[in-house]
């Protein structure tokens, strides 16, 4: 049974011309690092946010989100309180954001599992220090208010909070964005030594396509709601199918680069209220036909490996166009 598993998954906010997410399809086994990559607004967030039945106001929804075999989409309040305070938890993106100021975090790791499991504060207070001690700290930041850590020690802290209930998912929403590379560093190979150690599956969202290079078993490529590609990490990065992935891979800054004006990709992403008919990339893309105006390709294996795939009507000519990347 796979930790998570979404399949053709559509979500239509009111007053869009188009489903914001638009038949995503996306796993995540025990153990596995998944991450999901594109631009600011592609729906990575989203997509993790459904997962915990996270949905905006008026959202309607197709599709199914297994998380541990059980269907998010059709829980009741209650089913969804215990999935968010036992089988999947969330590291969001800014801690200070995330944890109330006002109040310290002892309180803030127990509270939820109280509430929700009926634990003790006993048993509440000792999970919390053995968690802590698992992320780095001690027992002492449990009478700390949270003004007084530093921006790594509070991602710790949440990372924590989201073993509270011994979870078999995590889902982290680009958890390293507000901290400086070094604490990246160290939350990034933190989150590693955890999921060996308590067996979980992680889907892990950013837009840095290194970051994702270097930690994820597969990587899922978004653009405009739908998944463009797909694959391990090695081949999506050294043998990218999609136009859109050789694209954001070209306009990455590398050190080794000749001193020239970075390269970006020309164009914008298509907005809600565009509707499309065809390849959601076409208007930006080298490689556009009249095909792609006219009828979106499908998410298909990559000829030679099975494992790898990219909705894209002319995969096969990515390499040569992208030849000099």
């Given amino acids: 049974m796979k930790t998570l598993d979404i399949q053709n998954y559509r979500l239509r906010l009111p007053r869009t011309a ?19 990559v594109g631009e600011s607004g592609s729906g990575k967030s989203l997509t993790s946010r459904s997962v915990l039945g996270l949905l905006p106001a008026g959202a309607t929804t197709e599709g199914t989100i297994r998380v541990d075999g059980d269907d998010v989409l059709t829980m009741n309040p209650d089913q969804l309180r215990r999935l968010r305070t036992g089988t999947a938890a969330m ?22 599992v109280r509430l929700n499991t009926g634990m003790s504060e006993s048993a509440a207070t000792a999970r919390a220090t053995e968690m802590l001690e698992a992320v780095g700290l001690t027992s002492a930041a449990l009478r700390t208010y949270p003004g007084r850590l530093s921006g790594g020690m509070l991602q710790r802290v949440m990372i924590a909070a989201t073993l509270m209930g011994d979870p078999a998912l995590i889902l982290a929403d680009e958890p390293t964005t507000a901290l400086d590379v070094t604490t990246q560093a160290e939350v990034v190979s933190l989150l590693g030594d ?19 290079a270097a930690i994820s078993d597969r990587v899922y490529v978004m653009y405009a709601g739908r998944i463009a590609e797909t694959g391990t990490a ?25 001193r020239a004006r970075l390269a970006a990709i020309d164009g914008r992403p298509p907005g809600l209220q565009d509707e499309l008919a065809g390849c959601p990339f076409a208007a930006r893309c080298p490689l556009a036909s009249d095909l792609c105006g006219r009828q979106a390709p499908v998410l298909l294996p990559v000829a030679g490996e099975p494992t790898h795939r990219a909705s894209c009507h002319h995969s096969d000519r990515t390499a040569e166009v992208f030849a000099d990347a």
């Fill in 234 to 258: 090695e081949a999506l990065f050294s043998r990218p199918r999609h136009p859109y992935t050789a694209a954001l891979l070209h306009s990455t800054p590398r050190l080794d680069a000749p």
């Fill in 91 to 112: 590291i969001f993106q800014d801690p200070r954001a995330a944890i109330n100021p006002l109040r310290r975090v002892g309180d803030f790791l127990t509270e939820s």
């Fill in 194 to 212: 955890l999921q060996e150690r308590f067996g979980t599956g992680l889907l892990f969202v950013t837009h840095d396509l290194g970051l994702a």
């Fill in 18 to 36: 188009r489903p914001v997410l638009d038949g995503v399809d996306l796993t995540v086994d025990a153990q596995e690092t998944v991450a999901l």
